[in-house]
């Protein structure tokens, strides 16, 4: 039998609180739980052939991170570097290549057959590489680590001003099925105001590319909440977006993090800045929706009949991609076994990751053996993120495959943020499946967080941007 939430009868629920009186909805983008700030140097750390003993090998996710940009962008916080020169691009392939070499080494030691699912490269901006360099990453990714790129989905990370044709065409002759292109706004004011140079020409230019290149899945990256953003101005954005008829757009709320270009520049108030964003979110929302996308989380949007849908293999495959099994490669890229995810060093301070990058480039190869930066995942750990990965999602978190995966109940392990969810009206059970409300939806960046652990906080709290 379906189990469901047993709600407060309307005569004993307490009233829904006006969104004033609550939290800032724009609190942090959970794209992965913990957050790598919550990572820690392990002293000895484990062998990466012991990690990966006793995982599945056939379901796997490669990511591959490449820290190199043309420019950064006022609100970026990624682990990037901007104006790589060629030496330096060069050998961060050399020390990528003997990475996976350590890493297939492990991943062998375990006896099985290897099979990748899914690729993403990622940054940082991939297409920074040039038509050779990335040839000799896909290299890298199909010889040494055994992903075969024309079977598995896989996504790449451009921008207007990489996304050159000789690129582009290796990407489409290597298999990419996704390429997903960081515009922002079509706006010139606007994209100067994000402290992103860009001029629309150039943006339109490189989708002609990318739609001439044929890759089956496009995606367009919107952000809104830029100073002097309405919702006139960010229709024309949506607009000249749509024209190119994408499978899929992101809009992505602006956030302005320390020690990112916008840091000492954002001129709103806190409470007009959210706002406007929660004003330009319910414009684009409801903008895309009657355009014939549907919202599959707060940020995307994916266009009905069209490629746009996750690629799976069966729900146990998809199941184990969500909770392990993800090899990342490359300076910045995170790693999923099990009980353990592990990375290597990260900061967001320019001079900083410059000087990661240039360690990770003189790492011995042996060094590559053992996980460096790490957080040890434990029950409770793994039922959070299991939540955070359904909760925010169009589908919802189903009850009964909760109790199931877990063996108990997610009423009992997170009743004060259940109770929380249902005071402000943000959830609603149907059929014993919780799903986030419209509103809900809205104040995704604010719900993720209340789920995570009291550990995950402090260590988040407590780094340093070294």
């Not at 009186?21 to 990572?39: G, I, L, R």
């Not at 012991?50 to 379901?59: I, K, P, Q």
């Not at 997903?180 to 140079?197: K, N, T």
């Not at 146990?316 to 300076?331: H, P």
Request: hydrophobic share 40%; proline share 5%; net charge negative.
């Amino acid at each position: 039998m379906t189990k469901s939430v047993m709600l407060p009868s309307p005569s004993i629920r307490p009233p829904a609180r006006p969104a004033a009186e609550a939290e800032t909805p724009y609190q942090q983008y959970v794209y992965a739980y913990p957050h790598q700030k919550a990572y820690r140097l392990l002293d000895n750390g484990p062998l990466l052939s012991d990690l990966w003993s006793g995982e599945r090998l056939d379901a796997l996710s490669l990511y591959v991170h490449i820290p190199f940009c043309e420019m950064r962008c006022g609100f970026c916080n990624l682990f990037t570097r901007t104006g790589a020169p060629e030496d330096v691009t060069h050998a961060f392939l050399d020390t990528l290549e003997r990475q996976a070499q350590v890493t297939r080494q492990a991943l062998d030691a375990q006896g099985k057959p290897l099979r990748f699912t899914l690729a993403a490269f990622g940054g940082g901006t991939p297409t920074y590489l040039t038509a050779d360099e990335l040839t000799r990453l896909c290299d890298i990714s199909e010889h040494i680590m055994g992903a075969d790129l024309q079977a598995a989905s896989w996504s790449v990370e451009t921008s207007p001003a990489t996304a050159t044709a000789d690129r582009l065409a290796v990407l489409a002759e290597r298999g990419a099925t996704r390429l997903s292109i960081g515009v922002q706004s079509f706006i010139d004011e606007e994209a100067r105001a994000a402290v992103r140079p860009q001029k629309r020409e150039e943006a339109e230019a490189a989708l002609a590319r990318l739609r001439d290149a044929e890759f089956p899945i496009l995606n367009i990256d919107l952000i809104y909440g830029i100073d002097g953003q309405t919702e006139r101005t960010f229709k024309v954005s949506l607009d000249a977006a749509l024209a190119w008829e994408p499978e899929e757009i992101y809009l992505y709320p602006l956030y302005v993090r320390p020690l990112t270009g916008l840091s000492s520049r954002h001129a709103a108030t806190p409470d007009e800045w959210d706002d406007q964003r929660l004003r330009l979110y319910r414009y684009g929302r409801d903008h895309l929706l009657s355009a014939g996308y549907e919202q599959t989380s707060m940020r995307v949007f994916r266009r009905i009949g069209t490629a746009a849908v996750e690629d799976t293999d069966g729900s146990s495959i998809s199941e184990y991609n969500q909770q392990a099994g993800m090899v990342g490669l490359g300076v910045g890229a995170r790693s999923f076994t099990t009980d353990l995810h592990y990375t290597t060093d990260y900061a967001v301070a320019v001079p900083e990751v410059r000087r990661i990058i240039d360690d990770y480039i003189a790492t011995p190869s042996d060094r590559f053996r053992r996980a460096q930066w790490a957080f040890r995942m434990n029950g409770d750990e793994r039922r959070r993120m299991y939540v955070l990965q359904h909760l925010l999602e169009s589908t919802g978190l189903d009850l009964g495959h909760y109790e199931r995966q877990f063996g108990t109940r997610f009423e009992t392990d997170f009743a004060p943020q259940l109770d929380t969810l249902l005071e402000h009206n943000w959830l609603r059970d149907v059929g014993g499946t919780l799903l986030l409300t419209l509103e809900g939806m809205a104040r995704a960046d604010a719900i993720g967080p209340r789920f995570f652990s009291a550990t995950v906080r402090e260590k988040m709290r407590t780094y340093q941007d070294r």
